[in-house]
Antibody, heavy 114, light 107 residues
């Protein structure tokens, strides 16, 4: 069954911000992790959020430019990335800790283009 | 932060061959190591967690081993449907770093 459902594709201009959502339909208390994958590139972990406390942690590369939030009332986590450049064009995924199972969102393509 | 070095970046093997991919952590991560398979345009699929535990539904030709800093994913008899890119990921603590990936092709 579906566990994580993400928002749809986005097209943004350089310098703009994007906010991607991820709704959980099971195990709503588990942490969300955000991972991205640029075209033809590998998987890159961006950070985590605890939906119970709102606690977060970000990969050093994204600190100062990413904000992860959540709305526990609708079991949804958000990832907002600011000051977008073409290098941020990627598929963004929410996922769970692999020790808990194979739970990934379907991915959200974010395209940054003038 | 702990770095994950995966090798080789790519390999080409024949159907039926035994294939080995390695992942080395810059510091010990106990057995908190997972392996994923990703086919083009698809979401990564969990193959193995806790170094050697096969995820439900994964064919038994896949196996994992190792501990501490050195880990291995083995495909005992490569099949055509195994063409994909494989990633390791540490999950002992954040950051949950991925290896760079290994692209597996059929010769």
């Amino acid at each position: 069954q579906v566990h994580l459902v993400q928002s749809g594709a986005e097209v943004k201009k350089p310098g703009a911000s994007v906010k991607v959502s991820c709704r959980a339909f099971a195990n709503t208390g588990w942490w969300f992790h955000w991972v991205r994958q640029a075209p033809g590139q590998g998987l890159e972990w961006m950070g985590w959020i605890d939906p119970n406390t709102g606690g977060t942690g970000y990969a050093q590369k994204f600190r100062g430019r990413v904000t992860m939030t959540r709305d526990p009332s609708i079991s949804t986590a958000y990832m907002e990335l600011n000051r977008l450049t073409s290098d941020d064009t990627a598929v963004y995924y929410c996922a769970r800790d692999p020790g808990l199972g194979d739970y990934w969102g379907q991915g959200t393509l974010v395209t940054v283009s003038a | 932060d702990i770095q994950m070095a995966q090798s080789p970046p790519s390999l080409s093997a024949s159907v039926g061959d035994r294939v080995t991919i390695t992942c080395r952590a810059s510091q010990g991560i106990s057995n908190y190591l997972a392996w994923y398979q990703q086919k083009p345009g698809k979401v990564p699929k969990l193959l193995i967690y806790a170094t050697s535990t096969l995820h439900s539904g994964v064919p038994s030709r896949f196996s994992g081993s190792g501990s501490g800093t050195d880990f291995t994913l083995t495909i005992s008899s490569l099949q055509a449907e195994d063409v994909a890119t494989y990633y390791c990921q540490k999950y002992d603590s954040v950051p949950l770093t991925f290896g760079g990936g290994t692209k597996v092709e059929i010769k």
